[in-house]
């Protein structure tokens, strides 16, 4: 892998180029998954049924669309007393830390108006878990459980069946985090399923969870029918160091993100070129034991990138560029540098503060913003499974106190009846003052 040092040439419009390729590309498919959606919200169960033969090359009915409790109840039990130890403390984790995270309603009395925040949770989320080659427990864990702590009424987990079923890990994680229901559905049509409803899969508020490109499409086009969290993108990790890291943690953890998926991005920004060119031999000598067909080395190969920074200040700048999902702070000191990071999902600090904490037990979510959205996103929380309403009451010393100036703005904006309905309620607490 060539490290490219930012003084050369060509390195800004590299750059540029990077920060677009991380982008999530939907166009090429938008097309294909309008007609799943449009059939899915037509059709109902038919048109859910006819994608799901089509796309996963299985004939199902209607009835066989939900799994049923008992075979959640058999994947509980199969596990072996290690799995299950790991899994129920993973969960338990999660939920103390969400369960210091539920928001607060405050209000306000001021001249004669109260005003209010309330939260309340939502009634019915959709969770997307991706089926992937061994399943993902631990993505039902970090979309359940925080709602689970928001008191959402009803959670509905939907994830791909294979031709053997769905995952047995996921089955029980979903039992041990509180799902309601589960679905043996994937892809854009399980997307659909969830904003429309169908005759088996009920409609929900909000669709959450991370999946391929046709997930991420689907719940673009979907949005406004239903709420979602984000746009997924390819997972990506940025690695900053002063050159006081380890190299084989470094190798280590550019190589860990590089094996989630061949779109995924792994990034280390150095002041050390000995080390970016010592960490560059490791990754080289790890991807020839794993052959160029593996997911790993496809991933390096077109997305993995070492660059050389003059300094500091200068990494931090391309990391706050960047914006990525995780960053990871391989420098001295790490805490002293956290107010030089803007624009981060999940910041981790320090090389001893792997990734894969986060990914499973740390405690926050690890479906995070992607592709630069770490600007204006934040992690998936329980803030996400709640709306929030405004409460107003006005008594009659706030009618008689702050009155004319409603007037006076609805009529600067030419708006008379805003203003005479208050004129009258100014009049009637006039007479009853005047009663009393």
Excluded at 97 to 108: D, I, S, Y
Excluded at 206 to 222: D, E, F, H, S, W
């Amino acid at each position: 892998m060539l490290i490219v040092n930012t003084k050369s040439p060509g390195f800004e419009p590299g750059f540029k180029r990077l920060l677009a390729r991380r982008q999530a590309r939907t166009g090429e498919v938008e097309a294909v998954v309008r007609r799943v959606i449009n059939s899915v919200r037509k059709e109902g169960d038919r048109g859910l049924l006819k994608s799901i033969s089509r796309f996963d090359g299985l004939k199902l009915k209607a009835k066989n669309l939900e799994v049923p409790r008992a075979e959640w109840d058999r994947a509980f039990k199969s596990l072996t007393p290690s799995e299950r130890r790991a899994l129920q403390q993973a969960a338990e984790r999660i939920r103390a830390f969400h369960q210091k995270a539920v928001p607060r309603g405050f209000f306000w009395v001021s001249q004669g108006i109260l005003s209010a925040s309330r939260w309340l949770p939502l009634e019915r989320a959709g969770v997307y878990v991706p089926g992937g080659r061994y399943g993902y427990p631990s993505s039902v864990f970090m979309s359940v459980i925080p709602a689970k702590v928001a008191g959402v009424e009803e959670i509905i987990v939907v994830t791909p069946r294979k031709k053997g079923g769905v995952n047995r890990y996921v089955l029980a994680a979903a039992k041990i985090s509180g799902s309601d229901r589960v679905f043996g559905i994937g892809g854009a049509q399980a997307i659909a399923a969830l904003a429309f409803g169908t005759e088996t899969v009920p409609r929900v508020d909000k669709i959450v969870g991370p999946g391929n490109i046709y997930v991420a499409t689907a719940k673009r086009l979907v949005f406004g029918e239903v709420g979602i969290d984000s746009i997924a993108g390819p997972s990506e990790v940025l690695l900053v160091s002063d050159g006081s890291g380890k190299t084989e943690e470094l190798a280590s953890e550019l190589l860990a993100q590089a094996e989630h998926d061949e779109d995924a991005f792994a990034i280390l920004i150095s002041t050390s070129e000995p080390e970016l060119a010592e960490v560059g031999r490791m990754i080289r000598t790890e991807l020839e034991k794993a052959g160029p067909d593996s997911t790993a080395s496809r991933s390096w190969k077109r997305n993995g990138a070492l660059i050389r920074a003059a300094n500091l200040p200068e990494v931090f700048r391309l990391s706050n560029r960047l914006a990525p999902e995780h960053l990871v702070l391989a420098v001295k000191s790490p805490e002293s540098h956290l107010r030089s990071i803007h624009q981060a999902g999940a910041i981790f600090l320090g090389l001893s503060s792997a990734v894969a904490f986060g990914d499973y037990l740390a405690g926050p979510s690890h479906i995070l913003p992607t592709g630069g959205s770490a600007r204006f996103l934040s992690p998936l929380g329980v803030e996400d499974f709640c709306k929030r309403s405004s409460v107003i009451k006005v008594e009659k010393k706030g009618i008689r106190s702050l009155g004319r100036t409603v007037i006076a703005l609805a009529r600067l904006e030419g708006l008379e009846w805003h203003a005479r309905s208050v004129e009258i309620r100014m009049n009637k607490s006039s007479a009853r003052g005047h009663q009393s």
